[in-house]
T-cell receptor, first 113, second 111 residues
Framework: KAGVTQTPRYLIKTRGQQVTLSCSPI?????VSWYQQTPGQGLQFLFE???????NKGNFPGRFSGRQFSNSRSEMNVSTLELGDSALYLC????????????FGPGTRLTVL | DAKTTQPNSMESNEEEPVHLPCNHS???????IHWYRQLPSQGPEYVIH???SNVNNRMASLAIAEDRKSSTLILHRATLRDAAVYYC????????????FGQGTRLTINP
């Protein structure tokens, strides 16, 4: 069974640009969550999608947005990039409406110059 | 979200047992105790979870205090591949599926 895949793995952008990251969950998983990891703040929850609907959102500015498609694949977008957005962005999927484990992808390393 | 407290770092030797403690004094009756770990340059991976009783799986054991205010993750025989940051997380049975990560414990394994 294929794991969670994220593309691209590495990305370099400049301030003011926007970026779109992609996540493909494990087959059959309908919940996708996104997290940001930085050395200073650690792992922080961004948002969770289930059946194309955002179910929960973390404490991030509106520049961070996401969506989920009918095949459960998800994208997150960051507009007007700032230097502080440099981070590892992790996607995780899990089976629907359960407290069971989340399966994480390898992440996308975003560098903002 | 209920908080957990873990030591910043721990060190152990290869092939010895490791006991990673976690305090969660504000845990509620509907909170499960989950453990994840993050190996270098990888995303977090699930280790184990439990509610009240001790739990075992192929990776580790989870010992939960009778009052549920603390728990211990036990690696029975550590290997170099167990060097990682270990996170203790509380998750509600129902509701939001987000994981709230603390700073975790950085485990170093000496050969």
């Amino acid at each position: 069974k294929a794991g969670v895949t994220q593309t691209p793995r590495y990305l370099i952008k400049t301030r003011g640009q926007q970026v779109t990251l992609s996540c493909s969950p494990i087959s059959g998983h309908r919940s996708v969550s996104w997290y940001q990891q930085t050395p200073g703040q650690g792992l922080q929850f961004l948002f969770e999608y289930f059946s194309e609907t955002q179910r929960n959102k973390g404490n991030f500015p509106g520049r961070f947005s996401g969506r989920q498609f009918s095949n459960s694949r998800s994208e997150m977008n960051v507009s007007t990039l700032e230097l502080g957005d440099s981070a590892l962005y992790l996607c995780a999927s899990q089976r629907e409406t359960s407290y069971n484990e989340q399966f994480f992808g390898p992440g996308t390393r975003l560098t903002v110059l | 979200d209920a908080k957990t407290t873990q030591p910043n770092s721990m060190e152990s030797n290869e092939e010895e047992p490791v006991h990673l403690p976690c305090n969660h004094s504000t845990i509620s009756g509907t909170d499960y105790i989950h453990w994840y770990r993050q190996l270098p340059s990888q995303g977090p991976e699930y280790v184990i979870h439990g509610l009240t009783s001790n739990v075992n799986n192929r990776m580790a054991s989870l010992a939960i205090a009778e009052d549920r205010k603390s728990s211990t993750l036990i690696l029975h025989r550590a290997t170099l591949r167990d060097a990682a940051v270990y996170y203790c997380i509380l998750r509600r049975i129902q509701g939001a599926q987000k994981l709230v990560f603390g700073q975790g414990t950085r485990l170093t394994i000496n050969p």
